[in-house]
């Protein structure tokens, strides 16, 4: 009897210091927020060809909109990209053509990096002082420590950074790829 209670015991301290360690496990690295959601946010870009702003709007799975506000030569433009293909439009001019003709620009670069990053539930988390970083594969996204909003984002292999401002969820995308804008 005093072997069974022996063992019954260590049995259930090393479970309990098993499930500890799990919990402790997950604080330590965490899955990323989820951003897979229709969202807008300002940002500042750097990347090779230049230096621009713009406005990002998800408006679906894998279709955005980006309205340019910088360079003054530029201010207004925007691009509807869906798997289709892009519409640029300024005011009451339009011009329509497939993806594929924009494939080497940092807006599809941008475009289809953040969409990667956000449907990616497996990406790493890393932790610093005050912030901690989503690592995607080719996308690394900052936050804040405690936010679930992102501040800045990196894709090193086409060496672009941007600095985001102003996001904003707009709406829930569901498993079927459905999406639902929340009315306030």
Do not use: H
């Not at 713009?54 to 003054?72: H, K, Q, V």
């Amino acid at each position: 009897m005093r072997i069974k209670t022996i063992l019954l015991t260590a049995a259930l301290t090393l479970g309990t210091l098993t499930l500890t360690a799990c919990e402790a496990q997950n604080l330590l690295s965490p899955k990323p927020p989820d951003l897979n959601k229709l969202f807008t946010f300002s940002a500042s870009i750097s990347c090779e060809t230049g230096n621009f702003s713009a406005i990002f709007t998800r408006t679906a799975m894998g279709s955005w909109d980006i309205t340019l506000t910088e360079p003054y030569e530029l201010q207004g433009i925007t691009f509807s990209r869906t798997k289709e293909g892009v519409k640029a439009s300024l005011e009451n001019l339009s011009a329509e053509s497939l993806t594929s003709e924009f494939s080497d620009s940092p807006l599809t670069f941008i475009t289809d990096s953040i969409e990667s990053a956000v449907q990616n539930g497996n990406a790493s988390v890393v932790y610093g002082d005050q912030s901690y970083a989503v690592n995607s594969g080719n996308t690394v996204m900052y936050f804040q420590q405690g936010s679930a909003v992102p501040e800045a984002f990196e894709i090193p292999e086409k060496q672009i950074k941007g600095e985001i401002s102003e996001f904003n969820i707009t709406g829930e995308i569901f498993r079927d790829g459905a999406d639902v804008v929340l009315m306030l």
